[in-house]
């Protein structure tokens, strides 16, 4: 009776193309949905915002909706470089209408990163770390497309928590929109 369970859910996950060829479950392969600029993204003390563009031939909002059910979507951020330690946090925002006062309680707050232990050299250091941050952001970008709020790209708002050290010049290498 076990067997057959275990034989039943194998066909099932096969079907829904969650398993290779050796029966053994495993997760679909993760797909960008949306990146920064090739350049790294320079911080500093004031706000910084970097557009976030699909590959080319779908909008973002149409690749969301066609990501699938029950896959999450995470803002990843990676290569992080600073030249001194900036001695703040920096807040990120998704989707930050134009205009707005960033604060961690706006519904479009994603979370916090710092630069402790980041590459010594700036942006050129910041490009062979392999460390990365991610956030699930999976509801708040169906919230954002809910109101229409999504067209062809998304923004991405990061803002000091305090004054930065003059001579950090921390960057971020790239910045994504993963699904998994």
Do not use: C
């Not at 004031?46 to 909008?59: E, R």
């Not at 951020?77 to 946090?89: L, M, R, S, V």
């Amino acid at each position: 009776m076990r067997t057959g369970r275990w034989l039943m859910l194998v066909a099932a996950a096969a079907m829904t193309g969650a398993v290779n060829t050796t029966g053994v479950a495993v997760a679909a392969e993760p797909e960008t949905l949306a990146t920064s600029a090739s350049a790294p993204v320079a911080l500093g003390a004031g706000p910084v915002t970097v557009a976030l563009a699909p590959p080319a031939g779908k909008a973002l909002a149409a690749r969301i909706a066609t990501a699938g059910e029950g896959r999450k979507v995470y803002l990843v951020a990676k290569g992080f470089g600073t030249d001194e330690p900036p001695e703040t946090i920096y807040q990120l925002y998704l989707g930050l209408p134009q205009g707005s006062v960033p604060s961690p309680d706006s519904p479009h707050y994603v979370g916090a990163l710092n630069f402790f232990n980041a590459s010594r050299g700036g942006a050129e250091a910041g490009r062979s770390d392999p460390r990365f941050l991610s956030f699930d952001v999976t509801s708040l970008l169906r919230s954002l497309q809910s109101q229409n709020a999504l067209g062809d790209n998304a923004t991405v708002t990061i803002v000091p928590a305090g004054k930065p050290r003059a001579g950090a010049r921390p960057v971020i290498g790239a910045i994504s929109l993963v699904a998994q």
